[in-house]
């Protein structure tokens, strides 16, 4: 062991710092949303042990997004390095990884053994698919006692839908998000990343941390069933009042009013060109000491003192005129030029960053480290994208990066279940681990 | 966190019964965030200056009368709170120190030099009140070179990354903020976990602490791909129209149906599975075409015909009505969604076998459906909500207890 890199000497399991210290989760999370939830869980200390396949990699491995490699999805690696995926390490840093063969009779018994050393379980699988190697709740409460265990799935564990297919995209489709965005009177613009893995893993990290902490004051686990369409439901916004209260359709003329806002009427209030090749500012006058505030930081032109602007309710019915006076000023500045003169006068204004203005411009994520590096044996030195929350008392504790194909084998199977190293041994050779 | 976790007998409590928290907030985040905990049985005590909440003054408004109680949006983002208007015989300060005695949460959302102007500082409550947990959901954090800078749900998502992925093909065109105040919502969502982190914290040690949650710093690591694709391979991604930024462009994703309505659907060329579903279910209606070939079964040659496979799926979708499309795609497991609107969910009978909705009383003639919590929990109770309160409603109510407790 000792003549390993010391690269891989470092990666050795330690004891996590933070409040989930002493948690042990057994992880059967994949894709996106169970992997972004049960991140939170490892990054504050909690051990969580992803279980995976040999034969089914779980897709962020596979999808090629590879240091200084470009290529698109559709060229994907048709016999991937399973340790080079870029998405895969910034979802699955912090966490252990065992490989189990769970169509095998061993390896079934192998994840009832590690289900009975933990006390947490996470799954977001189609439904079924637990229940079809045993791992009902009832089951799993025989293998520990009050355990707690989270399925997070498209649609939840129950319904006449609950096996539809989805991921992001379908379920921001399925429950609103998506028709309420964009301009009026045509297809919708919809979302441009599935905003819903990271919502429900949001909420799922969430449901996860609030039953330990319920099980923390009265020693009751939990069964929790959570189902992405209904967060996404719940995430619509007061539109969905205006149906339900005001039996208002959405499906109106002018619906949705794209960046316009008409809830308060607000104008300026859009999405205006700058200098460079597809690059935008979002401004956003709310009343008149806004707009005077406005006015005066882009030096009072002429067209400023137009009648149809001396109101609010007047700048909005106008706001097709106003929106090309405004352009017509940010059109020769940089984004981020007309975000400092705007905000340093009062107006509430953002540069549209894409992520190498995040990472590379913005002085804010800088001085609040919001990015973070971790090496990694195959990738080199990443960046991650870190907790958006700084506590005075706790920290995120970064231990290492996205765990190798099987890295932890040996420990988990070993140092926690007890197994001897030619047991091991005899697990790999007949492909159970 | 009091005693009150165990709930009453033969009702199972709810994950927050017992815990207090004083709210401060004027920004669907920060109200929000107190929704979520109202929602899940905190006491949640706001308080509102004599005019109210600014969110009091935002439509819509119910059946269009204007009005400090009729705002939806500030319906939406107060459920089941209980609101507190300070009768001036004291200041405000004086006030948010009388209910922060028996508070655990204190839920603010000033920015730095609000939290001067207001007299307020932080770490002396702390010293104060050591068991209190202050959350503070701001625009940008409380320090750095934009703290003080302000935000709105459109300025959030622009500087946080991900609006640049959302909008249309067409570049002309600026990029386009989804519905619904999505950014102020991903800086709610932080602020429940990191509130949770922080009551996991207090559990051990008996230590509040401040929790500081930046609105900014929540979108800017909810950008899905954006990031890794530029931590990585160091390429920026561009928005297309209702489907994934991507470095180069993909195929549409949306569909029009007989019915004039849209149905989301990506085909991976790759996985063989979802094309030989597609290709039976165009076959069954008579628009298969040449789809049936055993050419291809090569996925290079379906690679090269994509464009033309794209026509032939835009026929598949119309020569029938969405939820045709949605029912039968799923039930040959495809994954297909229609593109519903907010009124087409209501009648989704997946979520109505679930009880997903309940009819909350607004006011003795006006009630309405509205979503339960997504939480589902077998050791909780079912949440229902219960309606946002009037403009100091509960103000009677509070002093009093507190006069009570002094």
């Known amino acids: 062991m000792d003549a390993r890199h010391p690269s891989l000497v470092q990666r050795q399991p330690r004891a996590r710092r933070g409040p989930l210290s002493g948690i042990r989760v057994a992880d059967f999370c994949w894709m996106g949303v169970g992997s972004v939830a049960t991140r939170m869980l490892a990054d504050f200390g909690a051990e969580v042990i992803k279980i995976e396949s040999r034969t089914r990699l779980d897709l962020p491995r596979r999808l090629p997004l590879y240091k200084n490699d470009s290529r698109s999805f559709g060229a994907e690696d048709p016999d991937p390095d399973p340790d080079k995926g870029g998405l895969f390490n910034n979802y699955s840093r912090n966490k252990l990884g065992v490989t189990i063969n769970m169509r095998s009779v061993e390896g079934r018994e192998l994840a009832e053994r590690l289900i009975a050393q933990s006390s947490v379980v996470t799954e977001n699988f189609a439904p079924g698919v637990m229940a079809g190697w045993n791992l009902t709740y009832e089951r799993l409460r025989a293998l520990c006692p009050e355990v707690i265990y989270a399925h997070m799935s498209g649609f939840g564990q129950s319904g006449p839908h609950h096996t539809y297919r989805s991921y992001g995209p379908v379920v921001q489709a399925v429950s609103g998000l998506s028709f309420i965005s964009g301009l009026p009177d045509r297809e919708p613009s919809g979302w441009g990343l599935s905003y819903m893995d990271n919502q429900a893993a949001y909420y799922n990290s969430a449901a996860l941390l609030m039953a330990i902490m319920h099980r923390n004051a009265t020693g009751k686990g939990t069964e929790i069933d959570t189902s992405a369409v209904e967060v996404g439901v719940s995430l619509l916004g007061p539109d969905l009042l205006d149906v339900t209260v005001n039996a208002r359709p959405t499906r109106r003329p002018g619906f949705p009013p794209g960046n316009r806002l008409e809830h308060p009427q607000a104008a300026p209030h859009g999405v205006y060109p700058c200098a460079g090749e597809d690059r935008w500012v979002a401004v956003a006058v709310f009343d008149d000491t806004d707009w005077h505030r406005l006015i005066e930081a882009i030096g009072n032109p002429a067209w400023t003192t137009d009648p149809r602007f001396a109101s609010g309710s007047s700048r909005f019915a106008h706001a097709d005129a106003l929106d090309a006076h405004l352009a017509e000023w940010t059109r020769h500045r940089s984004p981020h030029e007309v975000m400092t003169l705007l905000q340093d006068n009062g107006v509430c204004a953002g540069a549209v960053q894409d992520a190498r203005d995040l990472n590379e411009v913005d002085p804010q994520l800088a001085h609040r480290g919001t990015f973070f590096e971790l090496d990694h044996p195959v990738i080199g030195p990443a960046r991650f994208e870190g907790t958006p929350v700084t506590f005075s008392r706790i920290e995120q504790d970064n231990w290492r990066s996205a765990p190798l194909l099987g890295e932890d084998n040996a420990y988990v199977f070993s140092d926690i279940l007890g197994l001897s190293t030619n047991e091991v041994a005899d697990l790999a050779a007949a492909g159970v681990i | ?406």
Request: charged share 20%; net charge negative.
């Open chain 2, 1 to 406: 966190m009091t005693t009150a976790q165990t709930g009453t007998a033969g009702s199972p409590p709810l994950p927050y019964s017992g815990l207090t928290v004083v709210e401060w907030a004027g920004d669907p985040a920060g109200e929000g965030t107190g929704r979520l905990l109202a929602e899940l049985g905190a006491d949640v005590i706001k308080i509102e200056p004599p005019q109210g909440s600014p969110t009091r003054r935002i439509g819509p408004f119910a059946h269009d009368v204007v009005s400090a109680d009729t705002s939806l949006t500030f319906w939406y983002y107060n459920f089941g709170k209980r609101s507190v208007v300070p009768d001036g015989s004291e200041s405000d300060q004086a006030l948010l120190h009388r209910l922060l005695v028996g508070a655990d949460v204190l839920l603010i959302t000033l920015r730095p030099r609000e939290i001067a102007a207001a007299g307020l500082d932080y770490s002396a409550l702390l010293t104060t009140h050591p068991q209190l947990i202050i959350l503070s959901v701001t625009a940008f954090g409380l320090d750095g070179p934009w703290a003080d800078y302000r935000t709105c749900d459109l300025v959030g998502l622009a500087a946080g990354g991900p609006l640049a992925s959302c909008g249309y093909d067409d570049h002309s065109i600026p990029p386009i903020r989804p519905g619904g105040n999505q950014g102020y919502h991903t800086a709610a969502s932080f602020a429940h976990c990191g509130l949770l982190l922080a009551l996991l914290d207090r559990q051990r040690t008996g230590a509040g602490q401040l929790v500081d949650v930046s609105m900014h710093e929540s979108l800017a690591v909810s950008g899905e791909l954006a990031n890794p694709y530029w931590f990585y391979p160091k390429v920026l991604v561009h928005r297309q129209t209702c489907r994934h930024a991507q470095p180069v462009p993909t195929q549409p994703a949306l569909f029009r149906c007989a019915d004039d309505r849209w149905v989301y659907f990506a085909l991976i060329l790759a996985d063989r599975k979802p094309w030989d579903a597609l290709v039976a279910w165009m076959e069954s209606l008579g628009v298969a075409a040449d789809l049936t070939d055993t050419a291809y079964d090569d996925l290079a040659h379906r690679q090269q015909n994509f464009q033309h496979i794209q026509e032939l799926i835009e026929c598949l979708f119309l020569l029938q009505d969405a939820t045709t499309a949605y029912h039968e795609g799923q039930r040959r497991g495809l994954p297909i969604g229609p593109v519903n609107a907010p009124e087409d969910v209501l009648d989704d009978e997946h979520l109505q076998a679930r009880n997903f909705f309940t009819t909350v009383a607004f006011d003795s003639d006006l009630s309405a459906l509205v979503p339960t919590s997504p939480y589902r929990f077998s050791s909780f109770q079912t949440v229902a909500p219960t309606r946002a309160p009037w403009l100091g409603e509960h103000t009677g109510q509070v002093l009093a207890a507190e006069e009570a407790d002094r």
